[in-house]
């Protein structure tokens, strides 16, 4: 089952924009990743948030983290087309044993030249 | 320092038949993760393998089975192939005691099942 949900589905922006895309969750968590995917190829982990955590920034990235509203949101500041992927959030719920990451189903960012 | 291998890339079974794949985890990992990702959907987990053992499972039936190795080293097999089981299977390997670190994905093993 999904337990992040992604906002929105798909993102066309100019190079040079920001990109602005959220995520929203169910259940209690421990951390939230965020993760991006080129075309058919395998997941690159972008930046991750804890509960306890509000914001952080990892270079051109930010994300934000409301625990009360359970959402998130990765900002990409001045776009480039190399930036055009699917970007997924995940979240790692509380469990007893080794964590595991529940993702949500993608947006898809395109970044026109 | 390798990251996660995946072999093979792309495979064509029909249904019935039984595939595995294989999956090497980054050096100094020693927790493997498998999820599946249809087309157009977000990856959704399997199963994690730690210590050689089963430690956690996702809504799966059990046609989909694993093992890990001394090495680490991984396999996923499924059984009785359905044409829904079409999709990219990843990898994902990480460090136990970190418990809430990152994932660091391979590129993956396409199944296409006609």
């Known amino acids: 089952s999904q337990q992040g949900e992604e906002d929105p589905q798909a993102l066309s922006i100019q190079e040079g924009e920001n990109a602005t895309m959220n995520c929203s969750y169910k259940?209690?968590?421990?951390?939230l990743q965020w993760y991006r995917q080129n075309s058919g190829r395998g997941l690159v982990h972008l930046i991750l948030i804890r509960s306890n955590e509000r914001e952080k920034h990892s270079g051109r990235l930010r994300v934000t983290l409301d625990t009360s509203k359970k959402s998130s949101s990765l900002l990409i500041t001045a776009s480039r087309a190399a930036d055009t992927a699917s970007y997924f959030c995940a979240t790692d719920t509380i469990t007893g044993a080794n964590s595991k990451l529940t993702f949500g189903k993608g947006i898809t960012l395109s970044v026109r030249p | 320092d390798a990251g996660v291998t995946q072999s093979p890339t792309h495979l064509i079974k029909t249904r019935g038949q039984q595939v595995t794949l294989r999956c090497s985890p980054k050096?100094?990992?020693?927790?493997v993760s498998w999820y599946q990702q249809a087309l157009g959907q977000g990856p959704q987990f399997i199963f994690q393998?730690?210590?050689?053992?089963?430690?956690q499972r996702g809504n799966f039936p059990d046609r989909f089975s694993g093992h890990q190795f001394p090495n680490y080293s991984s396999e996923l097999n499924v059984n009785a192939l359905l044409l829904g089981d079409s999709a990219l299977y990843l990898c994902?390997?990480?460090?136990?005691?970190?418990?809430?670190?990152?994932?660091?994905f391979g590129e993956g093993s396409r199944l296409t099942v006609l």
């Open positions: 050096s100094g990992h020693d927790t």
């Open positions: 393998y730690y210590e050689e053992e089963e430690r």
């Open positions: 994902a390997s990480s460090l136990a005691v970190l418990r809430t670190g990152e994932l660091f």
């Open positions: 259940t209690s968590i421990n951390n």
